[in-house]
């Protein structure tokens, strides 16, 4: 049985690779703030506030290309809705905890978090203070997300677009589903989610995002259904 | 207005995170739901991952030799043979070694 801090810690071991990809992508974010001509205070503000990766950096292009702001917000929530469905997988682990617990862990789940201690849990569910993972690997990412986008406001456009650091994002996605792709059903998920999300491209505000894992789910329930 | 929007958003967003987690309960959600949820990461995050790779900043598809292809190749070989946390620094150095070489 691990301790609070051993637990806590484990979560910051295990997302620490992930800091290699959410670095450069908080720098970029950062910088493109400052020069699509938003305030730094402004820029800087949005990491605290929707500490949401991709959907802030949709949002001051949405706002810069002249869309109204209800455009804009919807998309953030539209690419945040697969938060909803993390929500539900964590849902099972965090359920003994108080209802203030609840409402402040919730701030700081994220994409590689979610990843990282859903893994941690599934391995180690008779673990008693299982949210303590979930906190390590959060806090972890909020301090770099913010470190990160201040040094992309600070740097602006010293960062140079040829270096491609927005590919490092899909890079550490890649590395969190690449172990399930030995796994055929899980494989037949993967590939209906990723070619939905190209067909489904162009659909507005960016739905495409939360369309095509609702598709891919839909898949698994099948896939479910035939293996019984 | 701005200023509006964003804390809009980031409230919008923290619902998304917070609705599932606190407000609707575990035992509402029966067991087809529950075994459904095993495939959330596989069914979400290439979502993020395919239009990354397969689509450019203008919105349309890219060519077969793009760089990116063999980067997004590179990296689930180093996973699939390493399968340790030091192997996000191979994919690192993948990405530098396809953006450095190929672009500039």
């Known amino acids: 049985m691990l301790s609070k801090k051993q637990l806590f810690t484990k979560g910051m071991m295990d997302i620490s690779p992930h800091m290699l990809s959410v670095i450069p992508f908080g720098i970029i974010c950062g910088a493109i703030g400052v020069e699509l001509g938003f305030s730094p205070y402004l820029v800087y503000a949005m990491s605290f506030i929707i500490f949401g990766g991709a959907s802030q950096i949709v949002f ?9 702001s209800l455009v804009a917000v919807t998309s953030v929530g539209i690419i945040n809705s697969r938060h909803l469905l993390y929500g539900a997988v ?38 008693q203070h299982l949210h303590y993972h979930l906190i390590g690997t959060g806090c972890t990412m909020w301090i770099c997300w913010q470190v990160a986008t201040l040094s992309g406001i600070i740097l602006g456009s010293f960062v140079p677009a040829e270096l491609g ?15 399930d792709l030995k796994k055929i059903d899980h494989l037949i998920v993967m590939i209906t989610c990723g070619l939905s999300s190209l067909l489904f491209f162009d659909a507005p505000f960016k739905s495409y ?20 | 207005m701005t200023w509006f929007s964003i804390i809009i958003a980031g409230i919008l967003t923290y619902f998304t995170r917070m609705t599932m987690i606190a407000l609707v309960d575990r035992d509402m959600l029966g067991d087809k739901i529950k075994a459904v949820l095993e495939y959330v990461p596989s069914a979400v995050f290439p979502a993020i991952i395919f239009p990354a790779i397969f689509i450019n900043d203008y919105g349309s598809f890219i ?5 990116k292809i063999f980067g997004a190749i590179v990296a689930d070989y180093c996973w699939l043979f390493f399968k340790k946390y030091y192997c996000n620094y191979f994919i690192w150095i993948d990405f530098l070694l396809v953006f450095n070489f190929c672009y500039i």
């Open chain 1, 90 to 127: 964590l849902s099972e682990y965090l359920e003994k905890l108080s209802f203030l617990k609840k409402l402040l862990i919730s701030y700081i789940v994220v994409d590689q978090g979610f990843a990282e201690s859903n893994k941690f849990f599934k391995k180690n569910k008779s673990e």
């Open chain 1, 165 to 179: 650091l927005k590919f490092t994002i899909p890079l550490t996605f890649i590395a969190i589903v690449v172990q």
């Open chain 1, 209 to 228: 995002i939360i369309i095509s894992p609702v598709i891919a789910l839909f898949v698994a329930s099948l896939i479910l259904r035939l293996k019984k």
């Open chain 2, 63 to 67: 060519e077969m030799n793009d760089p």
């Open chain 1, 60 to 68: 001051l292009q949405v706002l810069s290309g002249g869309a109204s």
